[in-house]
């Protein structure tokens, strides 16, 4: 009897329409849109970044301000991207307002495997969103909903056990 009737309640909250199918974004589409948001992204292609041979280490803190004496570098940041399936957020301190960085710091705190530091180099966009193995997504700007929407794209899986930095190896 069970066995007939949670299949047959699976099919009839589908067909009433109870359970809605995921969402999915095409890796060609702009990145996910908040219709609410003045904020607009756009897809671009990642740098490639040659990791022969180099050293890494896990960042510290999930936020950065850019006035710390040491903030991860780009093998850091790719080693989170190839093997700790993070989200890195890269944002132009100099051209955004306060008002915007507030809230992605407080966003960055709490999201799983996660950091957002400021451009070192001649920034691509107000906020450069980073993900494992997707093309990078450029925005004009600060929104928490587009960013909870890419970072839960991730697909979470277990992570191997690798230490805090590649020396530890």
């Not at 041979?53 to 850091?76: K, L, R």
């Not at 906020?127 to 997707?134: A, D, M, N």
Request: proline share 8%.
């Amino acid at each position: 009897m069970i066995r007939i009737a949670l299949p047959t309640l699976a099919l009839l909250a589908l067909l009433t329409g109870c359970v809605a199918a995921p969402e999915v974004v095409a890796e060609s589409s702009p990145a996910a849109s908040n219709p609410t948001s003045d904020v607009s992204c756009e897809r671009a292609e990642p740098e490639v970044i040659d990791m022969t041979g180099a050293t890494w280490q896990h960042p510290q803190n999930s936020f950065y301000d850019g006035s710390e004496e040491v903030i991860p570098g780009e093998y850091d940041l790719e080693h989170l991207l190839r093997s700790d399936n993070a989200i890195v957020v890269i944002y132009d301190r100099e051209n955004l307002p306060e008002a915007a960085i507030a809230p992605l710091k407080d966003w960055i705190t709490y999201e799983t495997a996660a950091v957002a530091l400021p451009s070192t180099d001649e920034p691509r966009a107000p906020i450069e969103v980073r993900l494992p193995g997707s093309l990078v997504t450029l925005c004009d700007g600060v929104d928490i909903i587009q960013l909870d929407a890419l970072s839960q794209s991730r697909t979470f899986g277990e992570v191997e056990e690798h230490g805090e930095s590649s020396e530890g190896e």
